[in-house]
């Protein structure tokens, strides 16, 4: 018993510090029509439905780059809990083309306090990154939806 709690005591340090983190999610390339000025204009109004909150949304623009982050928050459920994963969003226009990529990642269970996402069994990193996925989705269907045309 005594060998055994000391090769479980040997073995936890070494688990800790060769941890690995979910440091940063990029989307696939979405394929779209229009110039990167065009699509960046478009971006920055879908881009609110993932904004932490309604000040102060845009970190950084650049429109002549085709580029803008923003602070993100997306809420979502994994094994019955509520969770929260939150971070910078940033997002790349060319012509006819754009992503998306997500770093300084951090979520939290229930409401806690925010933590470093975990890449390890039971951290639930899959689920914060499918919901990031599934965030920047529908954010790729607003920029490619044609605008609607008001009939009088």
């Known amino acids: 018993m005594k060998t055994f709690c000391a090769l479980v005591l040997l073995l936890i340090p070494s688990s800790v510090i060769g941890a690995e983190y979910l440091e940063q999610v990029e989307t696939a390339v979405y394929q779209t029509t229009g110039t990167a000025k065009e699509i960046f ?9 993932i904004a ?5 949304v845009f970190i950084t623009e650049n429109p002549d780059d085709g580029t ?5 928050k997306v809420k979502y459920k994994a094994k ?5 994963v939150k971070g910078t969003m940033t997002f790349f226009a060319k ?14 269970v229930a409401d806690s306090d925010y933590m470093r996402i975990g890449k390890w069994f039971g951290s639930g990193w899959k689920d914060a990154q499918k919901a990031l996925l599934d965030a920047s989705e529908k ?10 045309k008001e009939e009088w």
């Open 41 to 49: 204009t478009k971006a920055k109004a879908c881009a609110g439905q």
């Open 52 to 56: 932490q909150s309604e000040k102060e």
């Open 68 to 72: 803008f982050s923003i602070n993100a």
């Open 80 to 84: 019955a809990l509520s969770n929260t």
């Open 95 to 108: 012509d006819a083309k754009f992503k998306m990529r997500y770093t300084n990642l951090e979520y939290t």
């Open 139 to 148: 954010i790729a269907v607003c920029i490619k939806a044609d605008p609607k």
